[in-house]
């Protein structure tokens, strides 16, 4: 009976002890995937800003040439760019100001569906102004930004 006992105590040992050796390993690899992960590349707040204003750009030339399925391209574009901007740069302070700028893309976006024109203009002028006022709130506001006036790019069609 106590050769039994000695056995399964010999046995409890060794197997908590190899599982003590594995969860070190497993937490060895956690924490280098996390060393990896907080390392990873993640555009900055200016570079998603960057890329809005282009579209931005673009969307206006796509809806005052009424091409509709660009337009809306366009704009599909920059509500990504928002979402990513709330989901890599949380931490941000001007990140909290970002829900201002829903209305105005519905609206554009309502424009764009209907295929008008005139309510395009309108709400594309409410966005901008939008904007602007989001960059004075955050202390930003030597970063306007304005209908454009010629194209972002030469090699695009935008009618």
């Known amino acids: 009976m106590k050769k039994i006992c000695f056995l399964l105590s010999l046995l409890l040992f060794v197997t908590c002890s190899d599982n003590s050796d594995k969860i070190s390993e497993l937490q060895s690899r956690i924490d280098s995937l996390q060393l990896k992960v907080d390392d990873s590349y993640k555009p900055g707040f200016g570079e998603f800003m960057s890329s809005i204003q282009i579209h931005h750009a673009k969307l206006w030339f796509a809806g005052t040439n009424q091409n509709w399925p660009l337009a809306n391209f366009e704009i599909q574009k920059i509500k990504e760019l928002i979402e990513d901007i709330q989901t890599y740069q949380l931490q941000r302070e001007e ?64 009618k």
Do not use: G
Request: charged share 15%; with cysteine; proline share 9%.
């Open 95 to 158: 990140t909290k100001t970002l829900p201002i700028i829903s209305p105005p893309l519905d609206s554009v976006q309502n424009a764009i569906n209907n295929k008008s024109l005139n309510n395009f203009k309108e709400s594309f002028t409410l966005l901008t102004n939008t904007c602007n006022a989001c960059h004075q709130a955050v202390k930003n506001e030597f970063n306007r930004i304005k209908i454009p006036d010629s194209p972002p790019f030469s090699n695009q069609i935008f």
